[in-house]
Antibody, heavy 117, light 112 residues
């Protein structure tokens, strides 16, 4: 069965950095585009970042709200995807979900990131 | 960005009733390959979202055929026949045709 397990969330202060991770299993990770989607408390879903596969040069894409501050990366040898979040703002407070494949096929359980002073 | 407008924002339903949720996009969701990348997700209380239907009308594995998706271009509908208690939660439409990918604001399905 497909599993996506996020980790690394927590409480940070504004302008600080945090790196969250997602461990994938149950599918051919290297063949799948990977995404991060977030959900602020009581709000809807917002796509954050995308990373494509090696044949597509690991191309990355970001929502305007995080461009220049967040970096998505992947390690195919470990079936891991990461989100490095720098210069965090209070409005980045959200549950962050790792999702796999092109059409939001699979979702992890999420990891909470809280940005507060 | 493509705006996804979902209606109604909430629905109160009795077990066994049928309901429909509308999702309208600000642009056509037909991709250059001829496919339409409009999907439906369910987020049950306290859980992560789960995809139910992909590319307008294809049910994911394990999704009962009480669920059906229809539509084209910019106008889509999710229908749930004979609602069961486990169907309750927030339904989202999502498009992966255009970047950035976008979601509807959600429709909360509650018990009457």
């Amino acid at each position: 069965a497909v599993q996506l397990v996020e980790s690394g969330g927590g409480l940070v202060q504004p302008k600080e950095s945090l790196k969250i991770s997602c461990a994938a299993s149950g599918f051919t990770f290297s063949n799948a585009a990977m995404y991060w989607v977030r959900q602020a408390p009581g709000k809807g879903l917002e796509w954050v970042a995308r990373i494509r596969t090696k044949p597509n040069n690991y191309a990355t894409y970001y929502a305007d709200s995080v461009k220049g501050r967040f970096t998505i990366s992947r390690d195919d040898s470990k079936s891991m995807v990461y989100l490095q979040m720098d210069n965090l703002k209070t409005e980045d407070t959200a549950m962050y979900y790792c999702t796999a494949a092109g059409d939001f096929d699979y979702w992890g359980q999420g990891v909470m990131v809280t940005v507060s002073s | 960005d493509v705006v996804m407008t979902q209606t109604p924002p909430s629905l109160s339903v009795a077990i066994g009733q049928s309901v429909s949720i509308s999702c309208k996009s600000s642009q056509s969701l037909v991709y250059s390959d001829g496919k339409t990348y409009l999907h439906w997700l369910l987020q049950s209380s306290g859980r992560s979202p789960k995809r139910l239907i992909y590319q307008v009308s294809n049910l994911d594995s394990g999704v009962p055929d009480r669920f059906s998706g229809t539509g084209s271009q910019k106008d889509f509908t999710l229908k749930i026949s004979r609602v069961e208690a486990k169907d309750l939660g927030v339904y989202y439409c999502a498009q992966t045709t255009h970047f950035p990918y976008t979601f509807g604001a959600g429709t909360k399905l509650e018990l009457k």
